[in-house]
């Protein structure tokens, strides 16, 4: 995205998003879908320029939200366009109420676009919007709270995004997987921010980054004189975010210890502080996310069963970024419109950069393309940035072989981290062959092949999910 789009689209319905998409871009037209009119309020407010802000209404029958005070203070009339269904004709004289002098009805005609676009082209012309062959034009952009975001554009995001809208208002846990920097807690804040709480706070700890005795303090709080050093009493995390969300990322490395304490929060929402001897209630919606194997954590005793299937009511699962590849582009003029934190102004890209990132395998993820692109901010030097990236390619390239069948292997370096990353990938690769060969065997019976593994029915149905295994 860049800093100026030709249409914002509001629309909290993905189908009618798709079609907003897929309607312009036929003509060579750019839009954004965000959820409500304060995101939209929140992007222009960032510096976006826009030509047209597109209001549907589908799910406003009243036009109580659709005329936001704040967003008509922003935008000419000129500038709004209602998208309304057909037949429903009151939309065109509550649009002359406001002085608005386009209602579009679905589907979008050529002509209607043709006119949308006809009599504004002399005066944004000066502005010609950015197209490029690795831009999809399909994707939903989603502003959250300190200028965190969610976009979404491969069909697995659109995917996960639909998940998201369905698990949300559902007050029950939900486990995260995905690898580090991936976007968790992303997820988490949507998952909160489309639930009755999300007028609460959402709190986030990091379970990895603590030792045991520090999270306990930090989850429930403690007492004065519980010990040398706590001069008065503090609440934890849990009264906290009592009515709202807690996120406990990286909930994998969680010692045992923690485990069996969480475990009893869990079960019936009551704790005491350290060096406490009254008992706290809590409402408090617990939400997990972890970048480990947790069923292999469970067969290893590092994780308690009991307390995975706590906190496993429904799970949401985030793919890597090289499985999302289309979204790399987005996602950097994404990060370079918001300045990197305020690094830096915003670049305009070259083409071979992006093309450059698409080849790049990101093993760190999002994390690791937000550092790249304030790093480019920071420097302002596209050429070195382009030969980071080629090299990387590059390495990771050249660290993939034929072995003596023919096929292609991945080298491993003998440093502690390669071995690790070796046996696990053993690890996979040797589950992958058994799950298959029971399912086979059982004719995709997956009952049956549950017994035959000797393993949990929802333990199946969780690897063939993970490993992404069809008949």
Same mark, same amino acid.
């Given at each position: 995205m860049t800093d100026f789009v030709q249409v914002i689209a509001i629309t909290d319905d993905l189908d009618v998003c798709n079609l907003i998409h897929n309607s312009l871009s036929l003509y060579g037209h750019q839009a954004i879908c965000v959820p409500s009119s304060s995101d939209a309020v929140q992007m222009l407010n960032s510096g976006v320029k826009v030509q047209f802000v597109l209001l549907d209404t589908s799910n406003d029958q009243q036009h109580? *939200?659709?005329?936001?005070?704040?967003?008509? %203070?922003?935008?000419?009339?000129?500038?709004?366009?209602?998208?309304?269904?057909?037949?429903?004709?009151?939309? %065109?004289?509550?649009?002359?109420?406001?002085?608005?002098?386009?209602?579009?009805?679905?589907?979008?005609?050529?002509?209607?676009?043709?006119?949308?676009?006809?009599w504004q082209h002399t005066r944004s012309s000066s502005i010609p919007p950015i197209k490029s062959s690795v831009m999809p034009h399909n994707f939903h952009l989603e502003e959250l709270d300190n200028n965190?975001?969610?976009?979404?554009? $491969?069909?697995?995001?659109? %995917?996960?995004?639909?998940?998201?809208?369905?698990?949300?208002?559902?007050?029950?846990?939900?486990?995260?997987?995905?690898? $580090?920097?991936?976007?968790?807690?992303?997820?988490?804040?949507?998952?909160?921010?489309?639930?009755?709480? $999300?007028?609460n706070r959402f709190l986030n700890v990091n379970c990895a980054a603590l030792p045991t005795e520090l999270l306990e303090s930090e989850l429930f709080g403690y007492e004065a004189g519980a010990f040398t050093g706590a001069l008065k009493s503090k609440p934890g995390k849990f009264e906290l975010a009592n009515k709202g969300t807690l996120l406990l990322d990286e909930v994998g490395e969680m010692s045992p210890q923690m485990q069996a304490k969480l475990l009893h929060v869990l079960q019936d929402g009551s704790f005491s502080r350290l060096g406490g001897r009254a008992s706290t209630q809590v409402d408090v919606r617990v939400l997990a996310a972890t970048n480990i194997d947790m069923q292999t954590a469970i067969i290893e005793k590092r994780f308690r069963e009991d307390l995975f299937y706590r906190l496993n009511a429904l799970t949401l699962i985030i793919p890597p970024l090289r499985e999302r590849r289309e979204e790399i582009p987005l996602l950097m003029e994404e990060l370079n419109r918001r300045g990197g934190a305020g690094v830096g102004q915003p670049i305009v890209f070259a083409e071979r950069i992006f093309d450059a990132a698409m080849e790049y395998h990101w093993p760190g993820n999002l *994390?690791?393309?937000?550092?790249?692109?304030?790093?480019?901010?920071?420097?302002?030097?596209?050429?070195?940035a382009y030969t980071y990236l080629r090299t990387k390619a590059q390495t990771q390239t050249n660290a993939a072989t034929p072995n003596l069948s023919g096929e292609m292997s991945e080298k491993k370096s003998p440093n502690p981290t390669g071995m690790k990353d070796a046996i696990s990938e053993i690890k996979n690769q040797t589950e992958i062959k058994m799950l298959q060969d029971a399912l086979s065997a059982s004719g995709w019976n997956r009952r049956r092949a549950a017994i035959n593994l000797n393993i949990s029915y929802r333990s199946l149905l969780y690897k063939i999910q993970q490993h992404g295994l069809s008949a």
């Open positions: 109580g *939200r659709l005329f936001d005070p704040a967003l008509l %203070q922003m935008v000419r009339n000129d500038q709004l366009c209602i998208l309304s269904e057909t037949g429903a004709a009151h939309w %065109q004289s509550i649009a002359a109420e406001w002085k608005i002098r386009n209602v579009l009805t679905k589907p979008l005609m050529q002509h209607d676009i043709e006119k949308l676009f006809g965190r975001f969610f976009l979404a554009a $491969s069909p697995a995001m659109m %995917q996960l995004y639909r998940d998201i809208r369905i698990l949300a208002p559902v007050d029950i846990p939900v486990l995260i997987l995905g690898e $580090s920097g991936v976007g968790k807690e992303i997820v988490a804040m949507l998952l909160h921010k489309y639930h009755a709480r $999300s007028e *994390r690791e393309l937000r550092n790249f692109v304030i790093r480019t901010l920071i420097l302002r030097d596209q050429e070195a």
